[in-house]
């Protein structure tokens, strides 16, 4: 596709249960990102992907949290056990590959855990 | 660690008015990289611009410049005769190249940036 796109563009769901979240990368780019945003906030980074590994994951704020991208394409993070503040925007970003910096940014998930 | 300061929250300008949105950097490494990124009112975040802790020349693009010093580790950003499209938060970004490759972005909180017309 022409830029990253980004599967739902909103999501709702009751605390304690699971949801997975998907991104499709700019159609070449080797390198993946998920971001996490809050109201008000910027950006804050969780898991890095080149390829199909996950080079970092550091960001990942606990083991509810995790992310797959076994083809080397498509992402998904998967939450388990929502708590209500897992609510926010989460990104998807890629890049052309790990030694090109610039990442472009998909539209974004909206996720509201009640 | 690496953190990227934007003192400024909000700004309110006049139409066709200056005006400057600041951002101040901290890092340990010697190579690093600098962004802007704008995020309109639609969510999405456009990429405005990538500096390498190299290449401290300014730029300019448009109605658009940056001013990059790694003497006060800034990197502040310009816009000139701003127009109500310029409305947005304006995101200062970090990412450290350790290992020659890029890294996760480190954001600043954002300047929502407010032009009346």
């Known amino acids: 596709g022409a830029g990253v796109s980004q599967t739902p563009s909103n999501k709702v769901t009751e605390k304690g249960k699971y949801v997975e979240l998907r991104c499709d990368p700019i159609s070449g780019h080797t390198a993946l990102y998920w971001y996490r945003q809050s109201l008000g906030q910027g950006p804050e980074f969780l898991i890095y992907?080149?390829?199909?590994?996950?080079?970092?994951d550091s960001g990942l704020p606990n083991d509810r949290f995790f992310a797959v991208r076994p083809e080397g394409s498509v992402s998904t993070l998967k939450i388990q056990r929502t708590e209500r503040g897992d609510s926010a925007v989460y990104l998807c970003?890629?890049?052309?590959?790990?030694?090109?910096?610039?990442?472009?940014f998909g539209p974004g998930t909206r996720l509201l855990v009640l | 660690a690496q953190k990227v300061t934007q003192a400024q929250t909000e700004i309110s300008v006049v139409e066709k008015e200056d005006v400057t949105l600041d951002c101040v950097y901290e890092t340990r490494d010697t190579t690093y990289y600098l962004f802007w990124y704008k995020q309109p009112p639609s969510g999405e975040l456009v990429f405005l611009i990538r500096?390498?802790?190299?290449?401290?020349q300014n730029e300019i693009s448009g109605r658009y410049s940056w001013n990059f010093q790694k003497s006060t580790s800034s990197f502040n950003f310009t816009i000139t005769a701003s127009q109500v499209v310029d409305s947005a938060v304006y995101f200062c970004a970090l990412s450290e190249a350790r290992g020659g490759g890029a890294d996760g972005l480190t954001f600043g909180k954002g300047t929502h940036l407010i032009i009346q017309p």
């Open positions: 500096r390498n802790s190299f290449d401290e």
């Open positions: 970003a890629s890049s052309r590959d790990r030694y090109e910096e610039t990442q472009y």
């Open positions: 992907f080149q390829g199909t590994g996950a080079a970092d």
